[in-house]
């Protein structure tokens, strides 16, 4: 039981997931994320299913995986954003902050989103 309680609450390694982009790869323009507002993007021709916002002028991601059911909140080109600061997964309503991924409403309250690693290199929200 205790194991199952941990599973829960435990956070997959984004580099373990299917279609994981490598180190480096594009995940979009900056100038995408000119208005701070939450983006659903599908990294190269896999199926791998991120939200990608600039917070405080950094680029900032999350794996788009809702910890509830494991299933892709959004699709790709859809808009992320709840309400200020908070990402709903289109499936069943839960609503996640945008700072932390931590779901405030829904049936994951606690558990968090996988957060990506990303970082802005010559105008390009890259992995890493």
């Known amino acids: 039981m205790l194991r199952a309680l941990l599973a829960r609450f435990t956070r997959p390694d984004w580099r373990k997931l299917k279609g994981a982009p490598a180190l480096g790869t594009k995940v979009c323009a900056l100038t995408e994320l000119a208005d701070e507002r939450p983006k659903y993007v599908k990294i190269g021709s896999s199926e791998f299913l991120c939200f990608v ?38 499936h069943h309503g839960a609503l996640f902050s945008v700072d932390s991924g931590v779901c405030t409403r829904g049936p994951c309250k606690g558990q968090r989103l996988c957060p990506l690693p990303v970082r802005s290199i010559e105008g390009f929200v890259v992995v890493g």
């Not at 600039?54 to 992320?80: E, I, N, S, W, Y």
Request: charged fraction near 20%; hydrophobic fraction near 30%; include cysteine.
């Open 53 to 90: 916002t600039l917070r405080k002028g950094q680029p900032r991601a999350f794996v788009a995986d809702c910890p509830h059911r494991h299933r892709p909140m959004g699709t790709a080109g859809m808009p992320a954003l709840y309400g200020d600061g908070e990402i709903a997964c289109h």
